[in-house]
């Protein structure tokens, strides 16, 4: 069994799991969700899926939510056989809402330098 720092590890999971959304899971309501960044529990237990979807409609994220729950077990079978750990921490998806709060912020930029721009 190999054994992975966690930073290491969390690294592993981030790159497998969009991987794994891209090319295996074929339910759209997860199409959209880029994962952002994980993080590993200490002792190897739980990890923490961070993800972003383009779409800021409360809808669209309960969709993404729900189609994520419905996709973990299927996820967590394809790290199981991608990574070389002896037991895959359990799944939590989260969505982080940093990368929308910048899109925000870039957005409201955008705007103000166009108003800049007609004065």
Do not use: C, W
């Amino acid at each position: 069994m190999a054994h992975y720092r966690v930073g290491r590890l969390e690294q592993e999971i981030q790159r497998e799991v969009n991987d794994i959304l891209l090319k295996r899971v074929r339910d759209p309501r997860v199409q959209d969700v880029t994962v952002t960044g994980v993080t590993v529990t200490g002792d190897y237990q739980q990890a923490t899926i961070y993800y972003s979807i383009l779409s800021d409609k409360a809808s669209d994220g309960e969709k993404t939510a729900q189609g994520l729950t419905k996709a973990t077990g299927l996820i967590r079978s394809e790290l199981g056989s991608r990574l070389n750990i002896f037991k895959v921490p359990e799944l939590t998806f989260e969505r982080d809402e940093s990368v929308q709060y910048g899109s925000h912020i870039d957005e409201l930029l955008n705007k103000l330098h166009r108003e800049d721009s007609n004065l």
